[in-house]
Antibody, heavy 120, light 110 residues
Framework: QMQLQESGSGLVMPSQTLSLTCAVS??????????WSWIRQSPGKGLEWIGY???????YYSPSLKSRATISVDRPNNVFSLNLTSLTAADTAVYFC????????????WGQGTMVTVSS | QTVVTQEPAFSVSPGGTVTLTCALT?????????PSWYQQTPGLPPRTLIF???IRSSGVPDRFSGSILENKAALTITGAQADDESIYYC??????????FGGGTRLTVL
């Protein structure tokens, strides 16, 4: 059974870049059924979709984060990643990785989430 | 920017029925938005309940159902139970590779 696990920096300085990785286990990241996504949740707030990367390599992002976010796939290592630049305190959140169904655009599988704090 | 709205809070009695809705400020919700619904309890990742408007995810009890009602996506819980007390989020695909979550509805069962 496929599982996802986030890892990366838990504390990042303002203006720096956040780098998170999601390890896919139990199946290949090349599974044609999925695109790979990041979602975040600020403390006490709702879910915010960040973006997807499809098997083709095409990536799509929330308009509010498009200028700062990059999602990429590392196929040999079966992981995908999120880079988010120019961090501010407003980027403090739990970051979830997820596998999304290519046709029905819903999240089939979720990671447990990782807390990221932006602070000096 | 596309905004998806949900009721901030709702209350239902145990055994009762409640319908939560998910609307687009820019127009009607249809099946082409592929509405999906998620249940979240604090400290845990969301649980997928419904996808493609009305298909229950594996293991989801049949007291949860999805539909389109009056140009909104809807999640109906029939025979609410205490452990249904959670926050419920909808997700809409708005085209051009973009998806948007609603703000969530906090459901109280009492």
């Amino acid at each position: 059974q496929m599982q996802l696990q986030e890892s990366g920096s838990g504390l990042v300085m303002p203006s720096q870049t956040l780098s998170l990785t999601c390890a896919v286990s139990g199946d290949s990241i090349n599974s044609g059924a999925f695109s790979w996504s990041w979602i975040r949740q600020s403390p006490g707030k709702g879910l915010e979709w960040i973006g997807y990367v499809f098997q083709s390599g095409s990536a799509y992002y929330s308009p509010s984060l498009k200028s700062r976010a990059t999602i990429s796939v590392d196929r040999p290592n079966n992981v995908f990643s999120l880079n988010l630049t120019s961090l501010t305190a407003a980027d403090t959140a739990v970051y979830f990785c997820a596998g999304a169904h290519n046709w029905y655009h819903y999240f089939v599988i979720w990671g447990q989430g990782t807390m990221v704090t932006v602070s000096s | 920017q596309t905004v998806v709205t949900q009721e901030p809070a709702f209350s239902v009695s145990p055994g009762g029925t409640v319908t939560l809705t998910c609307a687009l400020t820019s127009g009607s919700v249809s099946t082409s938005h592929y509405p999906s619904w998620y249940q979240q309890t604090p400290g845990l990742p969301p649980r997928t309940l419904i996808f493609n408007t009305d298909i229950r995810s594996s293991g989801v009890p049949d007291r949860f159902s999805g539909s389109i009602l009056e140009n909104k996506a809807a999640l109906t819980i029939t025979g609410a139970q205490a452990d249904d007390e959670s926050i419920y989020y909808c997700l809409l695909y708005v085209g051009s590779g973009i998806s948007v979550f609603g703000g969530g509805t906090r459901l109280t069962v009492l």
